[in-house]
T-cell receptor, first 115, second 114 residues
């Protein structure tokens, strides 16, 4: 079974802090994704990566950056956390580079609260 | 503008009946459509994928249809059980700035009443 793990289930940070969210997948998938999910807004793509050191902006990249130094690991960075970044963050991976043809495997999510 | 629409009202259904969910889309021409299940506080879990040239796909008690003329997918859970209570998301392929990736609907909650 594909396993996608995220470093924390719950995280509380203060405004202005730098926040790192880590995601690891164990199935040698090429594609990795970071989403945030908010009530009434659904899943929104922040960034994705189709290869090591490659990244593409999603729908809402402002205030975020990412890093993919190894194939299995994709990190989301909040450079200076703000209260409007309080959300559920979900990491996902998929096998192929042709989006939609392959299912995505999601991690358990990190519920981040910024106070 | 592009839209993926799922009913925002929860579907309450008696155990044993068939639950039917709808996913309508506008200004997309997806080659694939996927359905996911999400439990509260958890990540979505993939259920089924259907291609544009397939009319219907089944997996155990689940059935998905895909009508590219109507721009609609229907998701059926037959003989529903309380354990089927969850939110179900549809997702379809879309081109964004030169990249082909998934766009998700907001989900439709199902509550199966024993």
């Amino acid at each position: 079974d594909v396993k996608v793990t995220q470093s924390s289930r719950y995280l509380v940070k203060r405004t202005g802090e730098k926040v790192f969210l880590e995601c690891v997948q164990d199935m040698d998938h090429e594609n990795m994704f970071w989403y945030r999910q908010d009530p009434g807004l659904g899943l929104r793509l922040i960034y994705f990566s189709y290869d090591v050191k490659m990244k593409e902006k999603g729908d809402i990249p402002e205030g975020y950056s990412v890093s993919r130094e190894k194939k299995e690991r994709f990190s989301l960075i909040l450079e200076s956390a703000s209260t409007n970044q309080t959300s559920m963050y979900l990491c996902a991976s998929s096998l192929g580079t042709s989006g939609g043809r392959y299912e995505q495997y999601f991690g358990p999510g990190t519920r981040l609260t910024v106070t | 503008s592009q839209k993926i629409e799922q009913n925002s009202e929860a579907l309450n259904i008696q155990e044993g009946k068939t639950a039917t969910l709808t996913c309508n889309y506008t200004n997309y021409s997806p080659a694939y459509l996927q359905w996911y299940r999400q439990d509260p506080g958890r990540g979505p879990v993939f259920l089924l994928l259907i291609r544009e040239n397939e009319k219907e796909k089944r997996k155990e008690r689940l059935k998905v249809t895909f009508d590219t003329t109507l721009k609609q997918s229907l998701f059926h859970i037959t003989a529903s059980q309380p354990a089927d209570s969850a939110t179900y998301l549809c997702a379809l392929t879309a081109w964004f700035y030169g990249n082909n990736r998934l766009a998700f609907g907001k989900g439709n909650q199902v509550v199966v009443i024993p």
